[in-house]
């Protein structure tokens, strides 16, 4: 910061004008008191003169009077005596020097001032005899006039003589030099130090403060942190400093918001467009660079419609105007082309900038790329409505294609829908894998396509997976003539697919099972025709598949029953309105060892529910583990009473013991219950060692640890091998019932005897359930006295209640 010129200082611009400007008034009060000083002397002056001359007046009338002539010289000596008095003397009326002080005889100057005295105005005065008196500013003296009785008469008048006087009255008696010099000389020096310590404070608190402010403004210029800055003022410079702090550091958090706003404008991923008022370009950030391909200097002064593509509808331009010129913002999609010609889509958002005021000065427009986005939406939509692999309608798309056949068909007319579901696929998928599937799915496509050019009004769709959907329209004719149309269209499909297809160098054989179902006989929309068709198609594969089943509502009916019993069961689940039977199994000897737990519903409306009703359905779901979980809670607290050594056996479904927490349930209750572990028996059927024989054998092994048992339920009958028996940490063999039934026939009675030697070998008990005559227990002990018995010959299955009751009481 430069210094400035003493001129230019604040603290001489302030001092030197008010010390002047004192100055002025102090000499303009001296005037002002010497012009008074002056006046005043001036009507003391007339006002001593006139007493003067009325005395004087008075003695000379008295002198002449009495004619006392040479008294006048006398008189006129006192008179002359007052300082100021310079001249007297007596005039006749006709003006001639009568008589006069005689000091004033050798002067000449009498003689002159009387010759220079207006003859008419001295003839005025004696004629008239009233007194003049004169003050002669230029001659610093006043000239009395005053009438004196001469004593003669002419006529009837009274002439009287002149006396003059010259009385000196001087300006310069009564200036400056006559006020008191030492009071001024005091006031000055007075002055001078007010005007020193006007200096002083103007330099603390006015030019230290603004040099500081200058200072300051210096540095917010140069844009130097005023962090320290700081103005000890108790007044507005103070007040000033901290405003011009405040500002500096809004101007920094500005700054900083400004800089932040401008690196996310720039590092935005939309295009921003800022255009005056007219137009045109003024800015455009890297975004819209990098997808436009047009540079700031391509596009600034020119008209954002450079990148019109003639695709967008002129209703979105007419739209986005009348928005802007009532100023407000617009959205909408915009097509348009970049620099290179090719096309892209932006949703716009243009919004007015306005000025402090409120005025419209820019607008900018916020440009989102949604051509990809677009893209992905159109993609969406299909897989919304098609199958991705097959390309096929799906089935969204097939209810909208089934709706539309409904609301164009007439009262009279009937269409069909046919569903295809391949038979084996997943068995393909699960050996070959899902890619090799796929390509099989893809075939079968190709297949139903060409057979259903012959039915160019039908449309083909696939329901998901294997689930293939042919959708005839509607004609006029009735069920059975409609049925026998589907029917024919349907066995082409079945025996074009059962032909080989050759996948990847395999031949492949493949057949499918089908589901007729007519409408809107059997379903006025679309959901409930698909769903009774499936409900075909599920009877179709039931029946063994590569089957055409027409849809009935009896099927329906047992679905629903079915529906019905599931929803029961959890209810009997939840509320207990399950029971625990027990069966005891012995030694042909009669010694119990053990029970099997069994289950019944005592439903409250329909009474006993047999398993072989509720069983079934619970194994389509999981409803067997909840189930299971109830069986197990329930049979440990009853092993809990259970005498003796008695073991207690639990049928486990495969599906409850495949779950992934089989073996950390088993063990939580267990513990919970606090039995002993090797007082259970889990019985699992052959139909389990089908799937994942390495996890079972893991469960297996982690439960046995804990003291767990197990049985292989209905041996025999299912998919056992020796090498798996030898790899499972088996406790005991469960011969199954049809097997004990058939004792008297000899092959029944060979593969008893086989499964009790095969039992014995390998060091495991054998349970022989479905015991009811005695002939089979003398077998059974024929065999093997340790063959444990289970069976109506024995014991029927009673209340776990009434068996605790009665082991009680033995």
Known sequence: MSLLPFHRRLNIQVTLPITVIAFLIVGLLGYIVERGQNQIALYNAQLELRSMLVVAQGSLNRIFGFGRYDSVGEALSEFQVHPRVTKTAILSPTGELASYYSANAISPHLRTFVQHLGRQQIAEVARSGVTIMQYHPEHNHFIAMVPVVSGKVVGNQQLHN?????????????????????ELVLFLTVLLLVGIILWVILQRKIVRPVRRLMVGVDKLARRESLQDFDIHSDNELGLLGDSLRDAALQREQHEKQLLRFSSAVEQSHDSIVITNLAGEIEYVNKAFTDITGYSLADVQGRNPKILSSGETPRSSYDAMWTALVAGRSWQGELYNLKKNGEPYREWVTIAPLRSPSGDITHYIATKQNITERRAAEAQVQYLAYYDVLTGLPNRTQCQEILQQFLDERDYSTRGAVALLDLDGLQRINDVRGFEFGDLILLAVTERIGHVMKAEPEARVGCLGGDLFAVLFPTRSAGREATVNRVEFMVKDLLAELAEPMLIEGERISITASAGIVVYPEYGDNPEAILRHAETAVHNAKDAGGNQIAVYNPAYSYALEQRFEVERELREAIANNQLELYLQSQQLSNGEVVGVEVLVRWNHPTKGIVSPGVFIPIAEMSDLIVDLGRWILRAALHVLKHLPGQQTLAINIS???????????????????????????????????LVDDVDDVVAKMKALQKSG??????????????????????????????????GIGEEEKEQLVET?????????????????????????????????????????????ASEYLANQSQQ
């Open 162 to 182: 002149v006396f003059i006087v010259e009385y000196e009255h001087a300006r310069n008696w009564y200036t400056f030099a006559n006020v008191i010099f030492n």
């Open 654 to 688: 495969p599906r409850q013991f495949r779950k992934y927490d089989f073996v950390y349930q088993i063990e939580r209750e267990v513990v919970k219950s606090g039995v002993d572990a090797s007082r259970l028996i889990l019985e699992v059927t052959e139909n389990l």
């Open 708 to 741: 767990v048992q197990f049985s292989i339920d209905d041996f025999g009958t299912g998919y056992s091998s020796l090498s798996y028996l030898s790899q499972l940490p088996l406790h005991e063999l469960k011969i199954d019932q049809s097997f004990v039934q």
């Open 755 to 799: 499964v009790i030697a095969m039992g014995n070998n390998l060091n495991l008990r054998v349970v022989a359930e479905g015991v009811e005559t005695k002939q089979q227990v003398e077998f059974l002990s024929a065999c093997s006295a340790q063959v444990v018995c289970q069976g109506y010959y024995f014991a029927k299955p009673i209340p």
